[in-house]
Each structure stands twice: as structure tokens, then as C-alpha cells.
């Protein structure tokens, strides 16, 4: 399982109503963190109600905290955008 497919299976443990993981890594080709293959660069995009009330910088924190696994496994940048939604 590559990187893209893990950083998915762990935020789906939020009960996301939307999840996207997009890889950005052919992006920063040549900048710091980048390397050969990919899976260093990921924007993910999140929307769940188990941000409701959250701040963004809480969630970011979250989302932090869950993969950090991944960036120890070389998880160079990770762009976030993450809400909550209407219950």
C-alpha cells in the first residue's frame, strides 16, 4: 500500500462526508523534501463533523498528529484544508 492510500485509510477513520488525497509531489520536483517516485507532497481536502467546532488550526493539528506515522516514513509537506459540515 502506498502512501496516498494509507494517509486515506487513517482519515477515513473520521467518517469524512468528503475526502480527497491528491499527490503534488511531480510539483516540487527538484525543491527540498522532494525525491524520486513521489509520495513526499499531498494536499488533502476534508470535510467531517468531527471538525465541528473546531478551529482550523486544531484541525490541522488533528490531522497532523494521525499521519504522523508518514512523515516519519518521508512525508516531506502536507497543504490541508479541512471543515466541518452541517449536522
Known amino acids: ?6 494517509i486515506r485509510k487513517t482519515l ?6 468528503e475526502l480527497e488525497v ?6 516540487h520536483r527538484g525543491h527540498g523534501g522532494w525525491r524520486e517516485g513521489g ?3 499531498f494536499t488533502v481536502r476534508i470535510r467531517t463533523a ?3 467546532g473546531l478551529s482550523r488550526v486544531e484541525c490541522h493539528r488533528r490531522i497532523n498528529a494521525m499521519l504522523a506515522d508518514e512523515f516519519a516514513r518521508g512525508l516531506h509537506a502536507l497543504a490541508i484544508d479541512a471543515r466541518g459540515i452541517a449536522i
Open 50 to 52: 468531527a471538525f465541528n
Open 39 to 41: 509520495d513526499t507532497h
Open 1 to 6: 500500500m502506498g502512501m496516498e492510500d494509507r
Open 22 to 27: 491528491i499527490d503534488d509531489s511531480e510539483k
Open 12 to 17: 477515513q477513520t473520521l467518517s469524512p462526508a
